[in-house]
């Protein structure tokens, strides 16, 4: 059984950064810090959109920010980047985030 779940997680988890093309990683850490930056803040503190910064962030899975950049929130200013960005990179955005990858 337990092989059988860590066999569901590894085909379930979306890419890695190994995964995206060459210098994609780079292109989406600027895009965080530039795009994202423009509304949470260039240190990513807070302005029109809340801190977004690691601390604040933690506890949260990785897959529900993912979901958030992907959709948007309705009702606020969070526009939705799923016609820009694809699922991996997403997650990668979460994942960057999450581990405190921004300044």
């Known amino acids: 059984m337990r092989s059988a779940a860590m066999a569901f997680l590894l085909f379930a988890l ?5 995964d995206l ?3 994609r990683a780079a292109e989406l850490e600027r895009l965080v810090l530039q795009d994202c930056g423009s509304c949470h803040g260039l240190t990513l503190k807070g302005g ?7 601390g604040t962030l933690a506890g949260t899975p990785p897959e529900s920010l993912a979901h958030i950049v992907l959709q948007g929130v309705p009702g606020t200013p969070m526009p939705s980047w799923h016609p ?3 699922e991996a990179e997403a997650q990668w955005i979460a994942e960057f985030l999450l581990k405190g990858g921004a300044p």
Request: hydrophobic content about 50%; glycine content about 12%; charged content about 10%.
């Open 14 to 18: 979306p890419a890695a950064a190994a």
């Open 21 to 23: 093309p060459p210098g």
């Open 48 to 54: 029109l959109g809340p801190d977004i910064r690691a």
């Open 84 to 86: 820009l960005l694809n």
